[in-house]
């Protein structure tokens, strides 16, 4: 089946550096990719996807680009703010489905002191 | 504003009670989703269901019931039967067609 794996957090970061967090998928079909943000005590807020090979998702300052040949969807910053502290998952959705059942990977904790 | 609305945010209950949370939504979405989490791992999908009166389980769906009534509602309820419920759960809903899935504030069951 479907699957992600992403980088093992805690990622510990001072303020203005710059953030890297790994991505990879192994699907039977062509996903879509998302990266989603989840903040203290709240739900997930989508931060950004993207549907279809070499396409680069942004938002925020964040980008990532989807590298069908790597099978990778790595999320990153320039310069990251102490409000970027949260927790990043990313996820991907079979699209033959035309629905969102995502599978998501095991999060990866961004701490930005300042 | 559109959007979608879990409640309660906090939920206690005692061992062996079945509990219903609430997911609500008014983005008239087709399709609606309910996620479990648990501490340091990723969300797993309990049941989703993309239309009225139809639904389907997900990867974790033992101990746990839906119904799906009406476009707006996706109640949860998660019986006796489901041995560890402690956990955060997470409503989603999304348009047909479009793969983006949009997430409610969760709510934490607890139980004792």
């Known amino acids: 089946g479907d699957s992600v794996t992403q980088m093992e957090g805690p990622v510990t970061l001072s303020e203005e550096a710059f953030l890297t967090i790994n991505c990879t998928y192994t699907?039977?079909?062509?996903?879509?990719l998302f990266w989603y943000v989840q903040y203290p005590g709240e739900g997930l807020q989508l931060l950004l996807k993207a549907t279809k090979a070499d396409d680069k998702g942004s938002n925020k300052g964040f980008e990532a680009t989807y590298r069908k040949e790597t099978t990778s969807f790595h999320l990153e910053k320039g310069s990251v703010q102490v409000s970027d502290s949260a927790v990043y998952f990313c996820?991907?959705?079979?699209?033959?489905?035309?629905?969102?059942?995502?599978?998501f990977g095991k999060g990866t904790m961004l701490l930005v002191s300042p | 504003d559109g959007g979608i609305t879990q409640s309660p945010k906090y939920l206690f209950r005692k061992e062996g009670q079945n509990v219903t949370l609430s997911c609500e939504q008014n983005l008239n979405h087709d399709a609606m989703y309910w996620y479990r989490q648990d501490p340091g791992q990723g969300l797993r999908l309990i049941y989703y269901?993309?239309?009225?009166?139809?639904?389907q389980k997900g990867d974790i769906a033992e101990g746990y019931s839906v119904s799906r009534e009406k476009k707006e509602s996706f109640p949860l309820t998660v019986t006796s039967a489901q041995k560890n419920p402690t956990a955060f759960y997470l409503c989603?809903?999304?348009?047909?067609?479009?793969?983006?899935?949009?997430f409610g504030q969760g709510t934490r069951l607890t139980v004792v």
């Open positions: 989603a809903s999304s348009q047909r067609g479009n793969t983006e899935a949009f």
């Open positions: 269901s993309q239309i009225v009166n139809d639904f």
């Open positions: 996820a991907l959705s079979d699209r033959d489905s035309g629905y969102s059942t995502l599978t």
């Open positions: 699907a039977t079909g062509y996903p879509s």
